[in-house]
């Protein structure tokens, strides 16, 4: 048995400078500090102190992970982090730092507690703020609410009152009274287009009793500069009183206004009428069929039925005139009249057109102003079809009228020549 020496190769290995056996001693004193590698002996120190030392930090450190919520977790890293760092730097206070990390973790936790606490003081000071806010804006809607409301019970108030004294006033008003407005109405709108639409009509109201003891309301007649009649229509006007319990309807007067009509010697028969008021039928122009040459209307469209029938009967004044020329000159007339009748149902039609085209446009207007491109087509359509119709009365001519009637072109031929003569 014999002492065998050695060398460290590192913390981990020793090398034998001799051959050994079994039994042989590893002699330690022969290990020279020329031998030793202190950078690895002070390596393996340094390894096992923050070995140590990191387990206990670690140890420490779950104790307040489990003591305190996200943000203590938070700073407790921060000052974990802080010590790792300060422990890199100063190597030689580890022994000192590891006694005194307890204190120092104590009074980690009593700092990260008290700013958790102002923290969270300062979001309940924040919240409690926002809190305070939108109550102030509560109470302000609900301030502003309770003076709409007032205002507006105020509006219903004065509305209410305003109702009550109109429904006063028409309970005080006759049946008569509300017609003698209407009258008056259609009076004013008359007169004033009088001077430039119908200088040579009269309007008037009817005082004539007839024979079966009954008279209408007004009378329209208009005279050529001759004295010839060139329109004539009987007029009444139909009002109802909301009060009223009985409930007129326009064809309880129908037949009645058409008899005034003939006895009166009135060419057509027009009900002014506001009667029905619920009923968009009698928003237009309508003919009532089951009387010749009688018309409903609402007051709007008393000018508009009194130009329509004039320029229809001053287009037709013109043509009986010419047939009243012809049958003079005993002349055969039957294809005069046929053409006549051609342009008559054609000035009808148009006028048709016309009248349920306006009707449409006024209908439209009424519900609702969006559907002014509509009435303004409608209008252009009327005007275009209006216009067809005075053209073809301003092309009517002799010659147009006598192409189917030799006959009568013959005479019209002899007319012209002795005028030339």
């Known amino acids: 048995?014999?002492?065998?020496?050695?060398?460290i190769q590192d913390e981990n290995t020793l090398i034998l400078l001799e051959d050994g056996s079994k039994g042989?001693?590893?002699d330690l004193k022969s290990i020279h500090e020329t031998d030793i590698d202190k950078t690895t002996i002070t390596n393996v120190v340094n390894s096992i102190k923050h070995d140590a030392f990191n387990a206990e930090l670690k140890k420490e450190k779950d104790t307040i992970e489990r003591e305190n919520n996200l943000r203590l977790e938070l700073k407790e890293k921060e000052w974990a982090d802080r010590a790792?760092?300060?422990s890199s730097e100063k190597d030689k206070e580890i022994v000192a730092l590891s006694s005194k990390l307890e204190s120092v973790a104590e009074m980690t936790e009593a700092n990260v507690k008290l700013e958790a606490l102002q923290e969270k003081q300062r979001i309940e000071k924040e919240y409690q703020e926002k809190i305070n806010e939108k109550d102030t804006e509560i109470n302000n809607i609900k301030h502003e609410k309770e003076l709409s409301e007032e205002?507006?019970?105020?509006q219903i108030k004065s509305t209410e009152t305003a109702l009550v004294s109109f429904k006063e006033m028409r309970s005080k008003m006759s049946t008569k009274m509300i017609g003698e407005s209407l009258e008056v109405h259609c009076e004013n709108e008359f007169n004033r287009i009088r001077h430039i639409a119908f200088p040579n009509a009269s309007f008037?109201?009817?005082?004539t009793i007839s024979e079966s003891g009954s008279k209408g309301d007004y009378i329209y007649r208009e005279l050529d500069e001759d004295?010839?009649?060139?329109?004539?229509?009987?007029?009444?006007?139909k009002n109802e009183d909301g009060i009223t319990a009985t409930k007129k309807k326009n064809k309880d007067f129908f037949k009645e206004l058409d008899k005034d009509r003939r006895e009166k010697n009135c060419e057509y028969a027009v009900l002014v009428s506001l009667l029905e008021k619920d009923n968009e039928y009698y928003d237009d122009i309508i003919p009532v069929y089951e009387y010749e040459l009688t018309y409903s209307i609402r007051p709007q469209h008393f000018i508009t039925i009194i130009g329509f029938l004039r320029q229809a009967n001053i287009k037709s004044q013109y043509l009986r005139r010419e047939i009243h020329m012809l049958n003079n000159q005993n002349v055969d007339v039957s294809n005069f009249e046929t053409n006549m009748n051609t342009f008559k149902e054609a000035f009808s039609r148009n006028y048709r057109l016309h009248s349920t085209q306006f009707s449409e446009a006024i209908k439209e207007i009424d519900k609702t102003i969006d559907h002014l491109n509509k009435v303004k087509e409608n209008l252009l359509k009327s005007d275009n079809n209006l216009r067809l119709a005075n053209n073809q009365a301003t092309d009517l001519s002799i010659k147009r009228l006598t192409s189917n009637s030799p006959s009568v072109a013959k005479v019209f031929e002899e007319i012209s020549k002795e005028q030339k003569k």
Do not use: C, Q, R
């Open 1 to 7: 048995m014999k002492k065998v020496k050695v060398s």
């Open 24 to 26: 042989d001693i590893i």
């Open 84 to 86: 790792k760092e300060n």
């Open 151 to 154: 205002k507006l019970k105020e």
């Open 204 to 207: 008037g109201k009817d005082n």
């Open 227 to 237: 004295g010839n009649e060139i329109l004539s229509i009987m007029f009444e006007m």
